[in-house]
Every structure is written in C-alpha cells, then in structure tokens.
C-alpha cells in the first residue's frame, strides 16, 4: 500500500512528540489502544487554566505509520485551540487531511478519542481541583 | 549494492539465471505439446519434461515416475489432501493437521469438514513444533491421512518428519507434507523421511511461478489419488491439463542446481542469517526469537521487537523488502495466526519481521539491514508509550487497555 506525502512526513518528522508531567493539575494525559489490537496513542495537553487555550499538546504512539500520523497531526492542531475547540475535532477531518485509505480510518479514529481522553482528564482533574479549593475555602 | 535489497524469499524468490536459460528455448523453438505422440515437436518436449522429472525426484530421493506436475503447491496441497480423502473415503474420514499449517492445507481442511471429514488441528508448542505424542492420541481408527508441513513458511521451524513418517507407517496411515519452504533447501529424503506424498513449488527454489509438483509414492504403499481436475488423463490420471513444459524444464533445473548447491549455500546463509541475528540481540534490548532456534531453516530469521509495532517498521525499512506477522499488514486485519499459535501474545505477533535470506543476498546487504532496523527500531521506541512505560517498570501485562 502506498502511504500519502503527509502521512509520510508525519512519519518521518513527527510534531511535538515526548511526554509531559501527568501529575501537572493542567495537563490532561489520554492513553487509548491496547497492544494485543496494534495500537495503542498517548496524547496530552497542557491547559491554560484562566483561559482554557492548550498550551501545549504531546504525543507518543506505538501503531504503523497511519496511526503515528494521525497522532503527530492532532498534537499540531490542539496547540493554541481552546479546550471546546479541541472537542471539535473530528476524524474525518484526520482522514481528509492524510489522504486515509478506508483500512486506515480507524487510527483516526483512536486520534479523536485520544484527545478526547485527554481533555476528559484534564476537565476531571479540574473539578477535582476546584472541589478540593473549595473545601479549602470553607 | 543496489537498493531496495529483497530479503523476503519466503514468499518468492527470483528466477536463478541459470534456470532462465534453460527454460528458454520451451517458449519459442520447441514448444511442443508433451502429450504430441506423433510427432518431433512433441518427442521433444516428452523429453524435456522427463529429464525435470528425474532433476526434482533426484533432489527429493524420490523416482521420477512419482513426480505429478501441477500448477503450484497449492494446488499439489488440494490434490493431496483432497485427493485422499476422496480415495480413501470408506476406510476413514479423519485428517490430522496443525494449526501453524499453511492456508492452502488449513482451508483445503475446512472444505473438507463441509463435507463431511472431520479434521484434528494439532496445536503447537512455543517452539512453533507439534507434540507426537498428542500426534499418536489424535489418531483414531478412522484416521487416513496427517498433512504437516515440513518447514514453516513464517517462522522455519522444521517438524520432526521423519518420526511423524514412522509413525504414520507404525499406523497405516498417509502422511503427507508440504514441502515447499524446505525442498531445496535443507536435505529431504523422502523414503528416509517416510513420506507418502509432498508438495513443493518452483518459485521458492529460484525457478519459476505457476509449476509445482506432487511427489506420490509408488511403492509401499503405493499411494493412489482421486484427481481433483479431469480431462486428457495427463500425469498418471492424476492430474490432467496440458503440461507447461518451459515451467518445468525451470522447475527441474532449479531442483538440480538446489542439489548441487546446497551443502555451501545452506552453510553460506546460516551464518548471513546469524550475523544478522546476533547484531539485533546484541544492540536492542526486548528482542525475541519466535520459534524454535534448533529446529529451523538455516535461511530464516522471525524476529519480535517488543513496543514496536511491524508495518511501522516496514516504513522506516522501505528500500529492504522483509513481512512482518503485524495485522497491519495482513488482507484480513488479524496478526500472524502461526504466531498466535505459540501462544506468545498478540502483542508481540503485531511486533514481528521476518527475514528470508536468498541465494542473491551478500553479506554486504545483510549489515545494512541490520543497522538499518537498529536504527529505526531505536526510533519507533522513542515514539512508544509502551516502551516508556516498560522503563518505568510497569507491566503492560497487568494494565487495563481500552480495547477496540
């Protein structure tokens, strides 16, 4: 199978790839796949916690090349998208922008749950922030 | 050296040169139909296709009025197993294979339990061998044919053919195996292996695609076949069609120059593909065999690089032509189901290379892959979560994947 330019580049040059501090109370840490399945995506933001604005988006994949691809493109669109605007994100989008062949769409859609992952640790990891702020407060 | 370097001759190999010469002249000048009686033209090429019959059975231990030519050893596995189970109907229904066993014999099976056989898939040990014990315990009285390849076409693992041989002939059972991955390559020897049929195909052994051969033995027992295609009555009834005359010539030369060759190529490749093994074990961390090591073509090398996955590698590796065990990979999206089969996880099936080294690979080619994969390995690791984690000391084992 012949892989497009983009996912080729991704594949060779891959954006914003490592780690950041999970335990960070603004970062938001995402890990879906499973090895036995092929694949398996960690992704994280860092939030701005007074704006809402990612500030940072790392990634690390093990899966074939569609698959680091589409994590490699997530990371670059999350940087400087609010946390709603990252919720926007759809794998379609992933797959129009690689050029994705049908057997490939389901690494896009592992991108999209991914930050989704992410942001839905972040958010908890937010309330439970400001619980515990609160009950500081009282 | 010249790029891409091919270093999958599990799948094919190219024709060898010599054979292409042979073959030749059966295209153009003596074209003859084998089966002409009457004539020059067909005199010849009768001749021709009874020296390739003498090459491969010369090669096999075999006499070469036991060599059926077919289109391929797909095809000789349809007619072997098949044929059998024809033939032998109202003796026994009953087929004992393995689970690691190639396409063509396990869904040659599955058709058959369609209609009415039943079939015993051996599992395998994490050495990718059969048990004979549990060999012997699948037989039943209705037991008429075990069909266990002799080499495996992923990992090269060799089966103990010729204790399965003795005890097929210990029961009075037929044994057949698909020979394909280890004729030419390692000695076979068909009465010291008891061995009642074996198929092998020409484009492994450097000769060309679309000829293959059936050996079926002649002489205690003499083994008869339901033909699977009917028409003229070629190749003893067996399996009629007109025969291809320039493929076997290439076929028979192929097997001959296997013959000759053997001894020092199989020794030349066995140290290639050791020297391309200990390199990878010695510079990564994580790396496993999977098969057994003892019992093994000496030309092949399967290879997990744990926390990587296969078809990625294969993109860093694009100018060396290798197949990885990955479902990435597969037409069906499942991972190798003879790695499955050792029972070593899916992860590491989805991990796996497999080298096929050839009569054309150098030693020159051999370093280059190796410190090609080193490299792209390292960095398909920087990449990994899963390797970041195992370096954290957590046990990928014990975490809850959100499967999908």
């Known amino acids: 199978m012949a892989y497009s330019d983009k996912v080729l580049d991704h594949y060779n040059n891959p954006r914003n790839v490592g780690s950041l501090d999970k335990n960070d109370p603004n970062v938001g840490t995402g890990m879906v796949g499973a090895p036995e399945c092929g694949d398996v995506m960690k992704l994280q933001v860092k939030v701005n916690p007074e704006t809402g604005v990612i500030e940072d988006a790392k990634f690390k994949t ?77 | 050296m010249k790029l891409p370097i091919y270093m999958d001759n599990h799948a094919t190999t190219p024709v060898d040169p010599r054979v292409f010469e042979a073959m030749r002249p059966y295209f153009t000048d003596i074209f003859g139909n084998a089966a002409s009686r009457n004539h020059s033209f067909g005199w010849q090429a009768e001749e021709a296709v009874e020296k390739a019959r003498k090459q491969i059975a010369d090669l096999i231990g075999a006499t070469a009025k036991e060599i059926v030519f077919t289109s391929g050893a797909t095809e000789s596995n349809n007619l072997a197993i098949k044929g059998v189970a024809e033939m032998y109907g109202e003796k026994g229904n009953h ?169 020092e190529e199989s020794v030349r490749l066995r140290g290639l593909r050791d020297k391309l093994m200990n390199k990878l074990m010695a510079e990564l961390d994580a790396v496993y065999i999977n098969g057994s090591m003892e019992h093994r073509l000496p030309h092949n090398l399967n290879i997990s690089f744990a926390y990587v996955e296969g078809e990625s590698l294969l993109m860093g590796i694009n100018d060396v032509a290798v197949s990885s065990g990955s479902a990435c990979t597969s037409a069906t999206l499942e991972p190798s189901y003879v790695l499955k089969a050792l029972g070593a996880g899916d992860d590491l099936a989805h991990s796996s290379i497999r080298f096929g080294l050839g009569r054309f690979n150098t030693e020159e080619e051999v370093d280059y892959v190796g410190d090609k994969v080193v ?28 499967a999908h």
């Open chain 1, 62 to 138: 093990f899966g074939c090349g569609s698959a680091i691809a589409s994590s490699s493109l997530a990371t670059q669109w999350l940087h400087g998208k609010t946390v709603d605007e990252a919720l926007a994100i759809k794998n379609t989008d992933i797959v129009n922008e690689l050029s994705l062949p049908p057997v490939k769409i389901h690494c896009s859609v592992l991108a999209e749950d991914a930050i989704k992952a992410a942001i839905a640790d972040y958010r908890k990891k937010a309330a439970s922030g400001t619980e515990v702020a609160a009950e500081a407060r009282a």
């Open chain 2, 95 to 263: 087929i004992i294979t393995a689970a690691t066993e190639h396409k063509a014999t396990l869904d040659t099976c599955k058709h058959l339990e369609k209609n009415g056989c039943r079939v015993t898939y051996l599992p395998v040990g994490q050495d990718g061998l059969i048990d004979l014990n549990m060999l012997r315990e699948a037989i039943t009285d209705k037991t008429i044919l075990i069909t266990l390849m002799y080499a495996n076409n992923e990992i090269g693992v060799l089966q103990p053919v010729a204790e399965i041989g003795k005890l097929a002939k210990e029961k009075g059972i037929l044994f057949h195996t698909d020979g394909v991955q280890a004729v030419g390559k390692i000695p076979v020897d068909v009465n010291r292996d008891g061995i009642h049929l074996m198929s092998l195909s020409g484009h492994k052994i450097y000769g060309p695609k679309g000829v293959g051969a059936l050996y079926v033995r002649r002489k205690s027992p003499r083994v008869q076949l339901t033909a699977q295609i009917d028409g003229g009555g070629h190749e003893r009834g067996m399996r009629s069609g007109t025969l291809n005359v320039p493929g076997i010539v290439g076929l028979g030369e192929a097997c001959e120059l296997c013959r000759k060759d053997m001894p």
């Open chain 2, 375 to 402: 490299d792209v390995v390292r960095k398909l690791r920087e990449l990994s979560p899963l390797y970041e984690m195992a370096k954290e000391g957590i046990d990928l084992a014990k975490v809850q994947w959100a």
